[in-house]
């Protein structure tokens, strides 16, 4: 049973005519006959008493009148609510991260937004594998962030910042003295902690490879999240190589540059035909300005 043979049901039922009631329905005649037919093989009874020159209803169709008006009023209302639902629900920006880097680089554009746009809701999925992507091309999120642009013709991609490399290391470590340090310096510089992609990105992954050298696997410390090496690090155990993305260092650590790497561009990548208002809003937002990215 559907609103389509109700309606049918209580037009007919209305006029007692089927020319009449397609009329009123702006569809066929025999359009109309169908509806009824189908729903009085559904319901197991006639609704109306039909011949050459005349319409009229059953007992059971005078029964399932009232019925009928009833369903289509819940319906009619149901779908009002639900339309007055969405008008008053907060527009949704799903937001895709790999780590708590990315989580702490998005605080300073979300309460911007928050106070510019009360009627938007970030929803934040944070899922540090290569199926964030997926989700991106399927729909479910609208934006998530790389060190590298992608390959495909379907996603663009806006430049947010261009991210120095630091050498990270707690402040009581032997590299700690230094203002700035050489990749030689790195490679005598004790344990280092690393991450496989793509829980750390492959141009990090990279310079975390010429910063290891040709040093022996117990000074090699092989992390499963990126957080572990930061707190390797923080504890001492270790340092570790990774771009310094504005708004995300931890307190208590130090950051020192590593002046031979370049410095790493890290994009916000979307979907070419995105053309929502709100997104082109959060990117505003996002990118970072020389002046304000973190010394």
Same mark, same amino acid.
Do not use: W
């Given at each position: 049973m559907n609103t389509t043979q109700l309606e049918c049901f209580v037009t007919v039922a209305n006029f007692l005519n089927f020319s009449r009631a397609a009329e009123q329905l702006r569809i066929t005649q025999p359009a109309v006959s169908h509806q009824i037919n189908s729903l009085e093989d559904e319901l197991g009874v006639k609704l109306f008493h039909r011949t050459s020159k005349s319409v009229r209803l059953t007992q059971e169709g005078f029964l399932f009148l009232q019925y009928a008006g009833e369903i289509l009023k819940l319906?009619?209302?149901?779908?009002?609510?639900?339309? &007055? *639902? /969405?008008?008053?629900? !907060? =527009? /949704? #920006?799903? +937001?895709?991260?790999?780590?708590? %880097?990315? #989580?702490?680089?998005?605080?300073?554009?979300?309460? *911007? %937004?928050? &106070? =510019? $746009?009360?009627?938007?809701? !970030?929803?934040?999925?944070? +899922? !540090?594998? $290569?199926?964030?992507?997926?989700?991106?091309?399927?729909?479910d999120i609208d934006v998530l962030f790389s060190f590298q642009p992608p390959d495909s013709a379907r996603l663009k991609t806006r430049l947010l910042a261009r991210c120095p490399v630091m050498c990270v290391c707690s402040p009581d470590h032997p590299l700690a003295e230094?203002?700035?340090? =050489?990749?030689? &310096?790195?490679?005598?510089?004790?344990? +280092?902690?690393?991450?496989?992609?793509?829980?750390?990105? &492959? !141009? +990090?992954f990279t310079l975390q490879g010429q910063a290891a050298g040709s040093r022996e696997p117990g000074q090699i410390l092989f992390c499963d999240q990126q957080e572990v090496s930061f707190t390797l690090a923080e504890a001492g155990y270790a340092f570790t190589v990774t771009a310094d993305l504005p708004h995300a260092r931890i307190s208590g650590l130090r950051y020192i540059p590593v002046p031979e790497f370049p410095a790493l561009p890290f994009y916000a990548v979307f979907l070419a035909d995105n053309r929502r208002r709100s997104l082109r809003q959060f990117l505003d937002l996002l990118t970072v300005s020389p002046e304000s990215a973190e010394p």
């Amino acid at each position: 049973m559907n609103t389509t043979q109700l309606e049918c049901f209580v037009t007919v039922a209305n006029f007692l005519n089927f020319s009449r009631a397609a009329e009123q329905l702006r569809i066929t005649q025999p359009a109309v006959s169908h509806q009824i037919n189908s729903l009085e093989d559904e319901l197991g009874v006639k609704l109306f008493h039909r011949t050459s020159k005349s319409v009229r209803l059953t007992q059971e169709g005078f029964l399932f009148l009232q019925y009928a008006g009833e369903i289509l009023k819940l319906s009619a209302l149901s779908k009002a609510r639900l339309k &007055q *639902a /969405r008008a008053t629900l !907060p =527009t /949704r #920006l799903v +937001i895709g991260c790999r780590n708590m %880097m990315e #989580l702490r680089f998005l605080s300073p554009a979300l309460q *911007a %937004m928050r &106070q =510019t $746009d009360s009627s938007l809701l !970030p929803v934040l999925r944070l +899922i !540090p594998f $290569d199926s964030l992507e997926n989700l991106l091309r399927d729909g479910d999120i609208d934006v998530l962030f790389s060190f590298q642009p992608p390959d495909s013709a379907r996603l663009k991609t806006r430049l947010l910042a261009r991210c120095p490399v630091m050498c990270v290391c707690s402040p009581d470590h032997p590299l700690a003295e230094y203002d700035r340090l =050489t990749v030689e &310096q790195l490679h005598s510089g004790g344990r +280092i902690a690393v991450c496989r992609p793509p829980i750390s990105p &492959q !141009p +990090i992954f990279t310079l975390q490879g010429q910063a290891a050298g040709s040093r022996e696997p117990g000074q090699i410390l092989f992390c499963d999240q990126q957080e572990v090496s930061f707190t390797l690090a923080e504890a001492g155990y270790a340092f570790t190589v990774t771009a310094d993305l504005p708004h995300a260092r931890i307190s208590g650590l130090r950051y020192i540059p590593v002046p031979e790497f370049p410095a790493l561009p890290f994009y916000a990548v979307f979907l070419a035909d995105n053309r929502r208002r709100s997104l082109r809003q959060f990117l505003d937002l996002l990118t970072v300005s020389p002046e304000s990215a973190e010394p």
